[in-house]
C-alpha cells in the first residue's frame, strides 16, 4: 500500500485496528498472562508491545521525538481491563499525533531506530505490518488455547472454500 494520504493512512490503519480489536475480544480474561513457552511473550505482553512500540516509537519519530519504548511488562498495565484500556489509549494518543501530521510531512524523511532513512509514509505502513505481524501472533497463542479466532479481514477458509465451490456449481 502506498500511503498518499494522511487520511487514506488513518482510513486502513483503523480498519487494521479492527480486525485487531476482534482477535483481542476473544481472548479468555484468564488467559492473558497465558505463554507457549517460558521467557516468551504473554498474550498481555503481545497487546501491550502492539500499543507500546505503536505509541511510543512510532508516533515519537514521525512527531520528530525521541523514540521512549521501555518495554511490554506488567509495569504498563496488568489485568484484562487495565490491558485493554492501556491499549486502547496508546492508540488514542497516537491517533492524535498522526492526525496533525499533513500529506506533505508523509514525504519528509525520518531516521529509524535502525539508523535507516526512510519517507515517514513508508515508516507508518511499517507500523501497520508490525501490527499485522502480532494479530498472526495472537491467532496462533490462541489456537494453541484452542479458542476459534474470528475473521480478521474478510472470508475465514472455510468461508473461501463455501463461495468457490458454489461458484464452481452454478
Known amino acids: 500500500m502506498e500511503i498518499k494520504t494522511v487520511e487514506s493512512f488513518l482510513?486502513?490503519?483503523?480498519?487494521?485496528?479492527?480486525?485487531t480489536n476482534r482477535i483481542i475480544h476473544v481472548i479468555p480474561k484468564d488467559k492473558m498472562n497465558w505463554t507457549y513457552k517460558s521467557g516468551k511473550f504473554t498474550i498481555a505482553d503481545i497487546i501491550r508491545h502492539i500499543a507500546a512500540i505503536e505509541r511510543n516509537v512510532f508516533a515519537e519519530i514521525v512527531s520528530g521525538n525521541i523514540p521512549s519504548y521501555q518495554?511490554?511488562?506488567k509495569e504498563l498495565a496488568d489485568g484484562y481491563d487495565e490491558v485493554h484500556y492501556y491499549f486502547n489509549e496508546m492508540h488514542k494518543q497516537s491517533l492524535q499525533i498522526f492526525n496533525?501530521?499533513?500529506d506533505e510531512d508523509l514525504n519528509k524523511k525520518i531516521t529509524t531506530l535502525s539508523n535507516a532513512e526512510t519517507k515517514i509514509s513508508s515508516f507508518l505502513r511499517a507500523l501497520v505490518i508490525h501490527e499485522i505481524h502480532h494479530c498472526g501472533?495472537?491467532?496462533i497463542y490462541l489456537n494453541l488455547l484452542d479458542v476459534a479466532t474470528p475473521s480478521i479481514f474478510g472470508?475465514?477458509?472455510?468461508?473461501?472454500i463455501e463461495k468457490c465451490n458454489v461458484i464452481k456449481n452454478e
Open 11 to 19: 482510513n486502513y490503519f483503523e480498519k487494521v485496528r479492527e480486525g
Open 71 to 73: 518495554g511490554c511488562g
Open 100 to 102: 496533525s501530521l499533513s
Open 137 to 139: 501472533a495472537l491467532c
Open 155 to 160: 472470508l475465514t477458509e472455510k468461508q473461501v
